[in-house]
């Protein structure tokens, strides 16, 4: 981390902040930890961690593509939804937790948001946040809109759609960053 060294003997980035970029950076290759280097020296007294991990994320896919694939497939495996039945509240409320597929929770989020937004079309007066549980509710039930307009014909279901960007190398088979307008942070091409 020469570069971001060189910002802390200039007085610009403190010490505990170098620190911090040392630790995350330890166990990436000398090519990978270059890179996080080059990217973060110019902003290393302001970035954040979010910004900082996505930088990361951006040096292992590129420089270290065998540990980044393994980490993509583990994540893969973490996906579950949790519905704490176990532990119902006394006012009849349970935990729900999750990790999907970024293409299914883009699919959930934009169902439950039409439907809290249905619900509020149609005279509702509870929170955001409580149309949106009820409304995971009704896609629990099957249902996929409300009943606002009798002769309307259904919507036809919403086909994913994803923007992505690739590198040149990824687009010659060579490995590469891909980058979603949907969602932030690098993505293998895989």
């Given at each position: 981390?020469?570069a971001?060294?060189?910002?802390l003997?200039?007085g610009?980035?403190?010490?505990?902040?170098?620190?911090m970029?040392?630790?995350?950076?330890?166990?990436?290759?000398p090519?990978?930890?270059?890179?996080?280097?080059?990217?973060?020296?110019?902003?290393?007294?302001?970035?954040?961690?979010?910004q900082?991990?996505r930088?990361?994320?951006?040096?292992?896919?590129?420089?270290?593509?065998?540990r980044?694939?393994?980490?993509?497939?583990a994540a893969?495996?973490?996906?579950?939804?949790?519905?704490?039945?176990?532990?119902?509240?006394?006012?009849?409320?349970?935990?729900?937790?999750?990790?999907?597929?970024?293409?299914?929770?883009?699919?959930?989020?934009?169902?439950?948001?039409?439907?809290?937004?249905?619900?509020?079309?149609?005279?509702?007066?509870?929170?955001?946040?409580?149309?949106?549980?009820?409304?995971?509710?009704?896609l629990?039930?099957?249902?996929q809109?409300?009943?606002?307009?009798p002769?309307?014909?259904?919507?036809?279901?919403?086909?994913?759609?994803?923007?992505?960007?690739i590198?040149?190398?990824?687009v010659?088979?060579?490995?590469?960053?891909?980058?979603?307008e949907?969602?932030?942070?690098?993505?293998?091409?895989?």
């Amino acid at each position: 981390l020469t570069a971001c060294w060189e910002r802390l003997e200039a007085g610009v980035l403190p010490a505990w902040k170098l620190g911090m970029i040392a630790d995350l950076t330890l166990s990436l290759p000398p090519a990978a930890a270059s890179y996080v280097d080059q990217h973060v020296a110019h902003v290393a007294h302001r970035v954040g961690p979010a910004q900082l991990g996505r930088i990361i994320s951006e040096a292992k896919a590129l420089h270290d593509p065998e540990r980044a694939e393994a980490e993509r497939s583990a994540a893969a495996e973490s996906r579950h939804v949790e519905i704490g039945l176990a532990h119902v509240a006394v006012d009849g409320t349970v935990h729900v937790d999750g990790e999907l597929d970024l293409a299914d929770a883009l699919d959930l989020e934009t169902a439950i948001a039409q439907l809290a937004e249905q619900q509020a079309r149609a005279g509702s007066t509870e929170s955001l946040d409580v149309r949106r549980s009820i409304a995971l509710g009704m896609l629990a039930r099957g249902e996929q809109t409300l009943d606002l307009a009798p002769d309307a014909k259904p919507k036809e279901r919403r086909k994913v759609v994803l923007h992505v960007h690739i590198s040149d190398d990824a687009v010659l088979g060579a490995g590469g960053l891909a980058r979603l307008e949907e969602a932030r942070g690098p993505l293998t091409a895989e």
